[in-house]
């Protein structure tokens, strides 16, 4: 699989997770979203920024759990829960804001 | 996925020691200790995690694994040291944490506290071994 | 021939069994988590050091620079080679004996 954006082609996996996450590129987050039939908002790129700088600096995407904890710390309780997360990643905020995010599947996730 | 699934551990807390021997990136030891440690951090039990033999090596800085093609995990063991710093902080969690290093370990390989990538506490090994006898269960690699 | 040991010195005894089984002057070349044995200041640095003066030492820089070894970390005596370097070792001095 992959992804065409500005004539450029970005390799995928057979369940659309970027292959080069350097590759990465918000217009190419935007083509990925659609497929995931996700409408970007701020609030949605909040996430998935979060997810690229924690990526960065841990090497390894957050568990759920942690997700929701950080987001707390830096946006406030009100996002800090599954239910603001799952409404704006109706299939899981792990799967789908890290396939955005150009991030791997995470792998603590079953 | 198992975001929703509520795990209700209420009152069953137990003491994890989770021991590391063996260096980076020769074997596939370190990063599955690792992992496993992260996954139980979601299951809020003590948790010491211990660095002794070649084991200290896994978190020395300076690592950067470009040239070899692997994935450089040491940055990973940061979470390891954000949860410990969530479980000091958060009084309402019964969790103790713990980061160890065995003195005797970094000392064999010239290396000192200032050289690992997490804050650590060094123990003699005569200390470390209490430590150990005090453990409800004992995961090691 | 060149003998290169893969394996810590403080986990196996690989670079013992080198050093008792390779000819004087023969080089060694450290790599993968053998290149903890080029580090300055070990327990096993009095053996290193000694080794240096009987036979030509060399150490991986990529594993060196994975593992956080700065060069400057490195023992005297013990050159850092690159994989080219590796291939002209092998290719100048024929059979290899890995000590794994």
Known sequence: MAYEVGGKTFESDEEGYLVDLASWNEELAGLIAKDEEIDMTDEHW??????????????????????????????????????????????????QACKIAGLPKPTGCV | MSEEIEFDTAGITKKFMY?????????????????????????????????????????????????????????????????????????????????????????????????????????PSAELAKVMAEQDVVISG | MIHTINKSPFERNSLDSCLRLSEKGSPILLLEDGVYAATKGTSVSGTVGTATGEHPMFVMGPDLQARGIAEDQVMDGITVVDYGGFVDLVVEHGTVQSWL
Do not use: C
């Open chain 2, 19 to 123: 021991v590391n021997r063996k260096a980076p990136y020769g074997t596939i030891y370190a990063l599955e200790v690792l992992e496993a440690v992260l996954i139980s951090a979601a299951f809020e039990q003590h948790a010491a995690i211990v660095f002794i033999d070649d084991g200290v090596y896994q978190i020395k800085k300076g690592q950067d694994t470009a040239a070899i093609n692997m994935k450089n995990f040491s940055k990973t063991y940061g979470i390891i040291e954000m949860e410990k710093e969530d479980a000091d902080e958060d009084e309402d969690m019964d969790m103790v944490w713990r980061i160890i290093v065995e003195k005797e370990s970094m000392e064999a390989r010239g290396l000192s506290a200032d050289d690992f990538v997490v804050d650590v506490e060094v123990l």
């Open chain 1, 46 to 95: 909040e996430v998935v920024n979060f997810l690229r700088d924690y990526y960065n600096e841990y090497q390894i995407a957050p568990a759920v759990r942690v997700l929701v904890k950080a987001i707390k710390k830096k946006f406030g309780a009100e996002k800090g829960s599954n239910k603001y997360l799952y409404e704006l990643f109706p299939y899981g905020p792990a799967k």
